[in-house]
């Protein structure tokens, strides 16, 4: 088992990575300072459910802990305030007191609801983090909570740290495929902003990857946790460095936006985004080898790496303009400058960006 530690005060906590940490969950529980005296609520969606929630029911109640649970349907829907107001009922009729604790079963979308719950709930009470996606490396670790508003993505949030983020390995081979390559490119973008001998590691080691090695996989998720902890421990509510985790995103968010959310998964509308900012990058005068190895790693993963031709150029063109980045007449863009090193650019203009957008489709 690898430990980490997100370095934030008195609300620091411990990131533990390992095969088959879930097991003990009460010994990782009790270490934190959780207790069973108070009633404690699982929430997951129904994919993460079926494969894994008896078992972690299992292991806390054999601690003693009372358990109740509430299950989501998978997917982005269900980061909504009608969700959050079936938590706060579910909660209520447990018994959950101020002592209580959230445990967050699931990838990003049950992490950041049950994170949410549990920060409104009773004024905030504390939550737990068992992530079992690739992507939640990054949704579990630093605090933001949210779901979404009809008009927009996790407007409706906090930020409320976990007391303990517990990432088991062996929870993340029942993924599909499809979402094991999606999270990479996530992680990928980890290595990409800050930390170029992680992205010479990940890219010698991807079949391994790919075939979700428990070793590997672990030395993967760790550094990627550690590369996000060194961020949010500097800029807890990202007033400054903590935007250079949006390498890839500006773009990215406007793609799926546009062809609807869960047509293309986070991951991928990312990786397609990144591909643009260093095409971007190079209007600045950067070098075409920061796309290519950009882009060649993220093919090699499985990622697509050109807009679809359907998507509208001009509704695209939209969905960046809404985007909270826009300021007078130019963007901010999180933009490579190597493997490994990123600044915040708010020189692009709109014209630039057309550009990279156009051609991201021509090259399909
Ligand atoms: N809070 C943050 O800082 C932050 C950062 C990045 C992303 N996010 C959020 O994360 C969400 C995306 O996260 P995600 O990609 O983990 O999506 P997700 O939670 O929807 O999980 C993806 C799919 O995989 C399934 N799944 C999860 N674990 C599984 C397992 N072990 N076995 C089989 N199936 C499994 C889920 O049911 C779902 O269908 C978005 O809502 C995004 O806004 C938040
Ligand atoms: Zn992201």
Redesign the pocket.
Known sequence: MRKLTVDLGERSYPILIGQGISEQITRHLSDRGILPSSPLLIVT?D??AS??LQKLKAALEAGGYRTCDFIVS???TS?SLAMLEEIIRVALEAGLDRNSVIVAL???????LAGFAAASYMRGIRFVQVP??I??H??SV?G??AVNHRLA??VIGAFHQPELVLYDTA??Q???PR?VR??FAEVIKEGLILDKEYVEWFSDHLDALLALDPPTLEKALFEACRIKAEVVSQDERENGLREILNLGHTIGHALEAVAGYGTLL??EAISIGMVGAAQLSEEFGRSQSITDTTRDLLKRIGCPVTIPRELDTDAIMEALMHDKKFREGKLTFILPLDIGRVEINKQVTKEQVRRIVDGLKQEE
């Open positions: 969606d994919n993460v494969f894994h998978a997917g982005e980061k699931g990838g990003g979308v049950v992490g950041d079992t996606t992507l939640a990054d949704s630093g933001k909570v993505k996790n929870l993340l029942t993924l599909p979402d999606a999270g986070h991951g």
